[in-house]
Nanobody, 124 residues
Framework: QVQLVESGGGLVQAGDSLRLSCSASGRTFSSYAMGWFRQAPGKEREFVVSISGSGSTRYYADSVKGRFTISRDNAKNTVFLQMNSLKLEDTAVYYC?????????????????WGQGIQVTVSS
């Protein structure tokens, strides 16, 4: 069982940056691929970015390529999402997710564990 806790969300202006963190419980964090998903009001949850257990493979949604960067610190059981040049359409609840395999994936059904979500609001 893995427990995930997100932090770092908040209210920012368009063009600003924000860094989300996700801390995971457990001793085999490097065996888990991690992902970030988001859900805007009235919309379905969508894939944002994922990273393999070793950190060597990353996938980004087209909407965030060049602006968002995922990284992980396996020694600290933490994954990060650096979000730059934020846009109004980035406003959503962001969820951290983990799957018990080192290979990354982009579909929500591939992930077994989820955080409670954290709000990111981008204003004009």
């Amino acid at each position: 069982q893995v427990q995930l806790v997100e932090s770092g969300g908040g209210l920012v202006q368009a063009g600003d940056s924000l860094r989300l963190s996700c801390s995971a419980s457990g001793r085999t964090f490097s065996s888990y691929a991690m992902g970030w998903f988001r859900q805007a009001p009235g919309k379905e949850r969508e894939f944002v970015v994922s990273i393999s257990g070793s950190g060597s493979t990353r996938y980004y949604a087209d909407s965030v390529k060049g602006r968002f960067t995922i990284s992980r610190d396996n020694a600290k059981n933490t994954v990060f999402l650096q979000m730059n040049s934020l846009k109004l359409e980035d406003t959503a609840v962001y969820y951290c997710a983990a799957r018990p395999y080192p290979a990354t994936a982009i579909y929500s059904y591939n992930y077994d564990y989820w955080g409670q979500g954290i709000q990111v609001t981008v204003s004009s």
